[in-house]
């Protein structure tokens, strides 16, 4: 029998697969739309159509369009109208003749505050309205001293500015009100990031809070610009928040400070002492800036702030022709204490650093679990640091656990600091292995008196430093030191230990991660092969495992990663700022290869 050689020729048979732009949140009553996205997976493509479950009873929702041709994108709205306060998953199933797959996503919808009033603000508003949702307030000075406890302002869609609505310049020291930790005041965009406030160079900067406390901030689209003659009474900061404590900022979509001055996207700051404390910073997406993304600044009363599930990319956004240059983190610590960064992401020029305030004590006790770092060009993926030679404004007992640290210049850098303890992290090199892992030395010539430069890792994991050294102290600088490598993982490096000292339980061969970041792979030989830090009995894997997430430093057992799509935590997408493939939130997760091993 003689058989062809020739491959026969076959036609793929039409397939395709959905994904979601992400959990999405609306208040009672309001309205939210997501991006439902059919992806040709294979042969001529054909019309999907598209229904879902799981809505709950009082919600309806719509499709726009109805169906559509691979690969396309249809907008679904859901109007929440009576549906109980609460948290659903939303099905999506989309069907083509006999074929049909599913994607899911999540549905927070908020109660209306029922403690006290709701009220309603508009560009196109008037001031002699009622406030109500037919007929809004127009400005924020006529609408945020009627706010008391309890109350809720929602911000229909548009675009405020300077020249219709004027800013939300609240302080709570002359005509806002505090809240109440069983009563807190809420500004919240009625549909979530449909309300842009955006910065015009003027007298005042888009967002302002001072010396407040029990708010919550969430679901607005705030940007300021590069404004060249704004005055000194505008600091240039997208949103600032100085001296208030127990503020919620969630799920806000944050750009753009202003580059001609020493400017942040989101910062909360103690300023002469004031405090900024208990603050919770949740699920904003950060973009485009010079300076710092997230800022936690001002010493020993800036303290027990948690910033969770946030996204920073500076998309490797350029510093202005003769405006302020600096360096640019995405999550930042000056000088704060008992703070915590977990299940973050910053990519693209952002990262993660610790310095003391100017002439400031150290940052002390802060932790940094489970986050991720991405492509920092140039600048180390997590890092403590100092100012001077002087004890008291040295870094002091940070903690740094499950962190991830991918093409960075060091993973983690440990400068003039005292007791950083690593555990259970990974730094892998970019294409030219020329990063560093894990590296400690000190500032400046001289070291200062008194005290121990220390650094402690364990159970960590550094890979295909090729040009770089999985593990560096430098003590050419003199100071007294100590440290210690224990149950810690090296391959591919072009040194693993430099020097060869104080290293126990040494692991070196392949740990086979195939293209794993975020977590240690089944077939690995480094799972259950680690020290038993937390004694329970069982052996750590080395090396990082993100895929739980962390609520004040404990870990949960709620997926960080939407099971079905991969993503990210991100809220409503808005065209032009963060739909922009490559460098966003909604789509991180293939970047770090989160499903696709």
């Given at each position: 029998?003689?058989?062809?050689?020739?491959?026969?020729?076959?036609?793929?048979?039409?397939?395709?697969?959905?994904?979601?732009?992400?959990?999405?949140?609306?208040?009672?009553?309001?309205?939210?739309?997501?991006?439902?996205?059919?992806?040709?997976?294979?042969?001529?493509?054909?019309?999907?159509?598209?229904?879902?479950?799981?809505?709950?009873?009082?919600?309806?929702?719509?499709?726009?369009?109805?169906?559509?041709?691979?690969?396309?994108?249809?907008?679904?709205?859901?109007?929440?109208?009576?549906?109980?306060?609460?948290?659903?998953?939303?099905?999506?199933?989309?069907?083509?003749?006999?074929?049909?797959?599913?994607?899911?996503?999540?549905?927070?919808?908020?109660?209306?505050?029922?403690?006290?009033n709701t009220y309603y603000i508009s560009p196109t508003g008037l001031d002699t309205n009622p406030g109500t949702s037919a007929a809004p307030w127009k400005t924020f000075a006529f609408a945020i001293p009627k706010l008391n406890p309890g109350d809720t302002l929602l911000l229909k869609d548009g675009t405020y500015t300077g020249s219709n609505s004027g800013y939300p310049n609240i302080n709570c020291s002359t005509t806002a009100k505090n809240g109440t930790a069983t009563a807190r005041i809420?500004?919240?965009?009625?549909?979530?990031?449909?309300?842009?406030?955006?910065?015009?160079?003027?007298?005042?900067?888009?967002?302002?809070?001072?010396?407040?406390?029990?708010?919550?901030?969430?679901?607005?689209?705030?940007?300021?610009?590069?404004?060249?003659?704004?005055?000194?009474?505008?600091?240039?900061?997208?949103?600032?928040?100085?001296?208030?404590?127990?503020?919620?900022?969630?799920?806000?979509?944050?750009?753009?400070?202003?580059?001609?001055?020493?400017?942040?996207?989101?910062?909360?700051?103690?300023?002469?002492?004031?405090?900024?404390?208990?603050?919770?910073?949740?699920?904003?997406?950060?973009?485009?800036?010079?300076?710092?993304?997230?800022?936690?600044?001002?010493?020993?009363?800036?303290?027990?702030?948690?910033?969770?599930?946030?996204?920073?990319?500076?998309?490797?956004?350029?510093?202005?022709?003769?405006?302020?240059?600096?360096?640019?983190?995405?999550?930042?610590?000056?000088?704060?204490?008992?703070?915590?960064?977990?299940?973050?992401?910053?990519?693209?020029?952002?990262?993660?650093?610790?310095?003391?305030?100017?002439?400031?004590?150290?940052?002390?006790?802060?932790?940094?679990?489970?986050?991720?770092?991405?492509?920092?060009?140039?600048?180390?993926?997590?890092?403590?640091?100092?100012?001077?030679?002087?004890?008291?404004?040295?870094?002091?007992?940070?903690?740094?656990?499950?962190?991830?640290?991918?093409?960075s210049r060091s993973g983690f850098y440990s400068r003039s600091s005292h007791n950083n303890i690593i555990n259970n992290s990974s730094v892998f090199a970019d294409t030219t292995g020329s990063d560093d892992g894990y590296l400690a030395d000190i500032d400046g010539t001289s070291p200062s008196t008194g005290g121990v430069y220390s650094l402690y890792v364990n159970n960590s994991l550094a890979v295909n430093l090729t040009q770089g050294d999985g593990f560096q102290v430098s003590t050419v600088?003199?100071?007294?030191?100590?440290?210690?490598?224990?149950?810690?993982?090296?391959?591919?490096?072009?040194?693993?230990?430099?020097?060869?000292?104080?290293?126990?339980?040494?692991?070196?061969?392949?740990?086979?991660?195939?293209?794993?970041?975020?977590?240690?792979?089944?077939?690995?030989?480094?799972?259950?092969?680690?020290?038993?830090?937390?004694?329970?009995?069982?052996?750590?894997?080395?090396?990082?495992?993100?895929?739980?997430?962390?609520?004040?430093?404990?870990?949960?057992?709620?997926?960080?990663?939407?099971?079905?799509?991969?993503?990210?935590?991100?809220?409503?997408?808005?065209?032009?700022?963060?739909?922009?493939?490559?460098?966003?939130?909604?789509?991180?997760?293939?970047?770090?290869?989160?499903?696709?091993?």
């Amino acid at each position: 029998e003689i058989q062809s050689l020739a491959n026969p020729v076959t036609t793929a048979s039409f397939d395709f697969s959905l994904s979601t732009g992400g959990a999405t949140s609306v208040t009672q009553g309001g309205s939210v739309s997501n991006a439902i996205t059919a992806n040709l997976v294979s042969g001529a493509a054909q019309s999907v159509s598209f229904s879902t479950s799981g809505l709950p009873s009082g919600a309806s929702v719509s499709f726009s369009p109805t169906s559509c041709t691979p690969t396309c994108t249809t907008t679904l709205t859901i109007n929440s109208g009576t549906a109980a306060a609460g948290t659903y998953t939303i099905m999506v199933t989309g069907t083509a003749g006999t074929l049909s797959h599913t994607t899911s996503f999540g549905l927070t919808i908020s109660a209306v505050s029922t403690t006290g009033n709701t009220y309603y603000i508009s560009p196109t508003g008037l001031d002699t309205n009622p406030g109500t949702s037919a007929a809004p307030w127009k400005t924020f000075a006529f609408a945020i001293p009627k706010l008391n406890p309890g109350d809720t302002l929602l911000l229909k869609d548009g675009t405020y500015t300077g020249s219709n609505s004027g800013y939300p310049n609240i302080n709570c020291s002359t005509t806002a009100k505090n809240g109440t930790a069983t009563a807190r005041i809420t500004i919240q965009a009625e549909n979530e990031r449909q309300a842009f406030i955006k910065g015009d160079g003027g007298s005042i900067q888009p967002f302002t809070m001072q010396s407040c406390s029990y708010w919550n901030i969430v679901g607005l689209h705030v940007e300021d610009g590069d404004f060249i003659n704004a005055p000194s009474s505008n600091a240039g900061y997208a949103m600032e928040f100085r001296n208030s404590s127990y503020i919620t900022v969630r799920r806000n979509i944050v750009a753009h400070a202003n580059r001609y001055k020493n400017a942040h996207l989101l910062a909360f700051e103690s300023i002469g002492g004031g405090p900024s404390s208990n603050n919770l910073v949740e699920e904003n997406e950060l973009y485009e800036y010079h300076r710092h993304g997230i800022v936690f600044y001002g010493g020993s009363s800036s303290n027990h702030n948690v910033a969770r599930r946030n996204y920073a990319s500076r998309r490797w956004y350029p510093n202005i022709p003769g405006g302020y240059i600096g360096g640019a983190p995405g999550f930042m610590v000056y000088g704060g204490k008992d703070n915590i960064y977990e299940n973050n992401i910053a990519e693209q020029g952002a990262w993660f650093n610790l310095e003391p305030t100017d002439g400031g004590p150290g940052p002390t006790n802060n932790k940094y679990i489970g986050n991720v770092v991405y492509k920092t060009g140039g600048y180390p993926g997590f890092r403590t640091s100092t100012h001077q030679a002087v004890l008291s404004n040295e870094p002091v007992n940070n903690t740094f656990i499950n962190d991830v640290a991918i093409a960075s210049r060091s993973g983690f850098y440990s400068r003039s600091s005292h007791n950083n303890i690593i555990n259970n992290s990974s730094v892998f090199a970019d294409t030219t292995g020329s990063d560093d892992g894990y590296l400690a030395d000190i500032d400046g010539t001289s070291p200062s008196t008194g005290g121990v430069y220390s650094l402690y890792v364990n159970n960590s994991l550094a890979v295909n430093l090729t040009q770089g050294d999985g593990f560096q102290v430098s003590t050419v600088k003199g100071g007294s030191w100590a440290w210690g490598f224990d149950y810690n993982a090296t391959y591919n490096n072009r040194t693993n230990y430099s020097p060869n000292q104080n290293v126990t339980n040494a692991f070196l061969a392949n740990p086979n991660m195939g293209s794993c970041y975020l977590w240690i792979p089944d077939n690995s030989p480094l799972k259950k092969a680690g020290k038993d830090l937390n004694g329970d009995g069982i052996k750590d894997d080395i090396g990082a495992n993100i895929l739980y997430r962390y609520e004040n430093g404990v870990l949960t057992n709620q997926p960080l990663w939407n099971p079905t799509t991969g993503e990210f935590p991100h809220g409503a997408i808005i065209a032009g700022v963060n739909d922009i493939a490559g460098s966003s939130a909604f789509d991180v997760h293939k970047r770090l290869n989160v499903n696709t091993n």
